[in-house]
């Protein structure tokens, strides 16, 4: 019979609302990373879980009797590098994360790291960044399909108009995250 990893989650307070953050242990690091961090009241979230649980392995709550494991470490150092983010204290996260996907979704979402904290750019540019020009709505497909909200910063994508488009958290959200990255920069 084969076995399959176990994906263990935890709600994480922040001041846009409750988030589901999930860590599995990460064979190639040897470690736990983290695959998961959701608002919870995303319409697309158990969906969202369902292919986690597909690609990686069963999702389940953290117990009272995990206190001490790595995966619970690295739920408290998420718990605090967000909190630090929230704070404006923090602009990069390092943090260990497995996000399963095709391979273009990895190169979006490669690409979502690398923009810088308080600036945004467009569906359009990150296409023609990975040398595929016209592809703008795959690009918003892959950035829709992002399981890391935050860390994999997939808020800073904007329409070639400049309007906000496309979050699952909500585009009240995605306006608060930018507005704060925004602010941050000055304080």
Same mark, same amino acid.
């Given at each position: 019979?084969?076995?399959? =990893?176990? &994906?263990?989650?935890?709600? %994480?307070?922040? !001041? #846009? /609302?409750?988030?589901?953050?999930?860590?599995?242990?990460? !064979?190639?690091?040897?470690? !736990?990373?983290?695959? %998961? *961090?959701?608002?919870?009241?995303?319409?697309? #979230?158990?969906?969202?879980?369902?292919?986690?649980?597909?690609?990686?392995?069963?999702?389940?709550? *953290? +117990?009272?009797?995990? +206190?001490?494991?790595? $995966?619970?470490? %690295?739920?408290?150092?998420?718990? +605090?590098?967000?909190?630090?983010?929230?704070?404006?204290?923090?602009?990069?996260?390092?943090?260990?994360?497995?996000?399963? /996907?095709?391979?273009?979704?990895? $190169?979006?979402?490669?690409?979502?790291?690398?923009? =810088?904290?308080?600036?945004?750019?467009?569906?359009?540019?990150?296409?023609?960044?990975?040398?595929? =020009?016209?592809?703008?709505?795959?690009?918003?497909?892959?950035?829709?399909?992002?399981?890391?909200? &935050?860390?994999?910063?997939?808020?800073?994508?904007?329409?070639?108009?400049?309007?906000?488009?496309?979050?699952?958290? /909500?585009?009240?959200?995605?306006?608060? %995250?930018?507005?704060?990255?925004?602010?941050?920069?000055? +304080?």
């Amino acid at each position: 019979m084969e076995t399959f =990893p176990r &994906i263990v989650s935890r709600e %994480l307070d922040t !001041p #846009l /609302g409750a988030m589901l953050a999930g860590v599995v242990d990460d !064979p190639a690091a040897n470690r !736990p990373a983290l695959c %998961l *961090l959701e608002f919870c009241d995303r319409p697309r #979230l158990p969906r969202e879980l369902e292919e986690l649980a597909a690609a990686i392995g069963p999702v389940d709550a *953290l +117990s009272e009797f995990e +206190s001490a494991t790595p $995966a619970a470490r %690295l739920f408290d150092e998420t718990e +605090s590098q967000l909190d630090s983010y929230f704070r404006r204290a923090r602009t990069v996260f390092d943090l260990p994360v497995l996000a399963p /996907g095709t391979d273009f979704q990895q $190169a979006v979402w490669s690409h979502l790291q690398t923009i =810088p904290h308080g600036t945004t750019t467009t569906y359009g540019d990150i296409a023609r960044a990975l040398d595929r =020009p016209g592809a703008q709505r795959a690009v918003g497909a892959a950035n829709g399909a992002n399981r890391i909200s &935050i860390i994999i910063p997939c808020h800073r994508v904007i329409d070639a108009n400049g309007k906000l488009h496309g979050y699952g958290g /909500g585009i009240a959200r995605k306006r608060t %995250l930018l507005e704060l990255e925004r602010a941050s920069l000055f +304080s």
